[in-house]
């Protein structure tokens, strides 16, 4: 999937605890996006960026803080867990070709 | 605002049998995208196919095509010879260049049935 990866994969933290998830893109798209998926409620727009020193607020931003410091890399952080973070996370490009997105494998966060 | 409507929490169809999945969406856009994803029990969201809402001809992978009807707003996806790989929950999603957002339906569970 044109080369998206998510850091960690799995994490459980306790309620107050911040942590940070790392996607990474192994090309050279401008778009990049996070969103969570709960059940019932499909992907939900958490932040996303235009371009590298670029993030804007999706539906769902409070709670979290991105940043895009490289083009490479788009980090999405908690800076205080709440039991309704718990969640499953993923991290997406848009390429330019007729606009398509392409998805990390996901994190599960569990916030306890 | 725009929404992007899939009515069928879940289906089921028999191997080798044609299922279709309904989705809505409502915008005053012209110009904007439709795609239908799969995500498998893997969690990965696999992109199955999309609609430039320019194009009149709907569009077809293998076994996988829509019913594009741009006045209806409707978007509908159907699988044919349906295998026990097709399992799994399929998301309609909707993006227009004036936002650069995506916005995602709440998705259908298919189940393919032995």
């Known amino acids: ?112 | 605002a725009q929404t992007v409507t899939q009515s069928q929490p879940e289906m089921s169809v028999q191997e080798a049998e044609t299922v279709t999945l309904s989705c809505t969406y409502d915008t005053s856009e012209s110009d904007y995208y439709l795609f239908w994803y799969k995500q498998p029990p893997s969690r990965q969201m696999i992109l199955v196919i999309r609609q430039e809402a320019y194009k009149q001809q709907n569009a077809t992978e293998n076994r996988f095509s829509v019913n594009f009807q741009k006045a209806a707003k409707s978007f509908s996806l159907k699988i044919s010879d349906s295998q026990l790989g097709d399992a799994a929950m399929y998301f309609c999603a909707y993006f227009t260049s004036g936002t650069y957002k995506y916005i995602f339906g709440t998705g259908t569970r298919l189940k393919v049935l032995a």
């Not at chain 1, 958490?46 to 803080?65: C, F, L």
């Not at chain 1, 999405?76 to 997406?92: I, K, N, R």
């Open chain 1, 1 to 112: 999937n044109a080369g998206v990866t998510q850091t960690p994969k799995f994490r459980v933290l306790k309620t107050g605890q911040s942590m940070t998830l790392l996607c990474a893109q192994d090309m050279n798209h401008e778009y990049m996006y996070w969103y969570r998926q709960d059940p019932g409620m499909g992907l939900r727009l958490i932040h996303y960026s235009v371009g590298e020193g670029t993030t804007a607020k999706g539906e769902v931003p409070d709670g979290y803080n991105v940043s895009r410091l490289k083009k490479q890399n788009f980090l999405l952080g908690l800076e205080s867990a709440a039991p309704s973070q718990t969640s499953v996370y993923f991290c997406a490009i848009k390429t330019p070709i007729a606009y398509e997105q392409y998805f990390g494998p996901g994190t599960r966060l569990t916030v306890t």
